[in-house]
């Protein structure tokens, strides 16, 4: 909501309230995988702003009748915490919760390959836990992020930012103050690798300078997030390669612990087959030699009493 430009924002070296330049981004962090029930989930944290997106789907709508034949219905729900503003927001959906949910989902259907999905929906849902300005914007950022961590195709990412005139000065990346007593803010979604605007929303009155100026500084600004996002996503990307290493490791650990337990296990055997033939073989001979000796000298006396009686004859 723009104000009529009476409270000071900037000084006249150019800095503002919270001390940044006018091409300054708030600092800005992503993280993603925060909501470990959604497909996929990011939080952002842009200056005082504290957002988390999560995806779910696609997956089957209810009720069934509102499903396209031909694609993917994308659903924002975009809602602020009761909590996350001075003045104790109202628990109930706002025709401007609404709007923001409205306008979120229309710029992301304008990336996501929908016409993969036909009668899915896509649901993303947005909580607000702090705002501090350019929510709309924070959220359209970390939904992106969260639909490429649920691995939903999609032609590009988003990136967005509001800029505006503080004290008729065009500053980058709105903070609630100069959101509310600014002159004029304009909320930019945009995709750098398409080179595509996919929101674009201005309050207050701006010359054509000043939208051309605020439209460059915005897609400046875009770009700089977008490099956040993206450098997030590899980063996530490189920890799960290396989690699956781990447990690849673990598998080859255990495999081997398996084969070597086998082997025991064969050695045992082996072990308690052996010693019963040892005793076997040791006992045998002994009763042989003993039962093959008394024999051999009864047949050696057997023909000296022959012998005898031929003579005698
Ligand atoms: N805000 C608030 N109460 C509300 C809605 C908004 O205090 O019910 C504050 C909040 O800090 C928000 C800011 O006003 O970020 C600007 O709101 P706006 O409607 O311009 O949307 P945003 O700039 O957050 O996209």
């Given amino acids: 909501m723009a104000g009529d430009g009476t409270v000071q924002l900037i000084d006249e070296k150019g800095k503002r309230v919270d001390g940044r330049l006018k091409d300054e981004l708030r600092p800005t962090e992503i993280k993603i995988g925060v909501v470990k029930n959604a497909d996929g989930s990011a939080e952002i944290r842009m200056g005082k702003n504290i957002i988390i997106a999560a995806v779910y789907g696609p997956r089957e709508l209810h ?3 509102r499903a396209l034949p031909d694609r993917a219905l994308i659903q924002c729900f975009y809602r602020m915490s009761t909590f996350s503003v001075n003045d104790r927001k109202s628990p109930a959906p706002s025709r401007r919760e609404k709007e923001i949910s409205m306008l ?6 304008s990336v996501v390959l929908t016409d993969k999905y036909p009668r899915t929906t896509i649901d993303i849902y947005i909580q607000v836990i702090q705002a501090d300005g350019g929510t709309r914007c ?3 950022t970390a939904a992106s992020v969260a639909l490429a961590d649920a691995g939903v195709p999609m032609r590009g990412i988003i990136a967005a930012v509001a800029s505006g005139l503080a004290n008729d000065i065009v500053v980058l990346d709105l903070f609630d103050l100069e959101d509310q007593k600014g002159s004029g803010d304009m909320p930019l979604g945009y995709c750098p690798t398409l080179n595509e605007i996919s929101l674009l929303q201005l309050d207050g009155v701006f010359t054509l ?11 400046e600004g875009a770009k700089r997030l977008y490099d956040i996002q993206t450098n997030t996503l590899k980063q996530r990307y490189a920890d799960i390669r290396a ?11 255990e495999e ?13 055997i082996e072990q308690l087959k052996e010693e019963p033939k040892k005793e076997e073989v040791k006992e045998e001979p002994k009763k042989e030699e003993v039962k093959e ?3 051999k000298e009864e047949v050696k006396e057997e023909p000296k009493k022959e012998e005898p009686k031929k003579g005698d004859e």
Avoid at 256 to 268: F, I, R, S, T, Y
């Fill in 256 to 268: 081997l612990k398996e084969q070597l337990n086998d082997e025991v296990k064969e050695e045992l």
């Fill in 104 to 109: 979120l989902s229309d710029a992301l259907t």
């Fill in 63 to 65: 009720p069934k009748h």
């Fill in 243 to 253: 989690e699956v290493a781990v447990d690849e490791d673990d598998e080859v650990k």
């Fill in 209 to 219: 300078e000043q939208f051309d100026e605020c439209l460059d500084l915005s897609i």
């Fill in 293 to 295: 000796e008394p024999k």
């Fill in 138 to 140: 924070a959220s359209l």
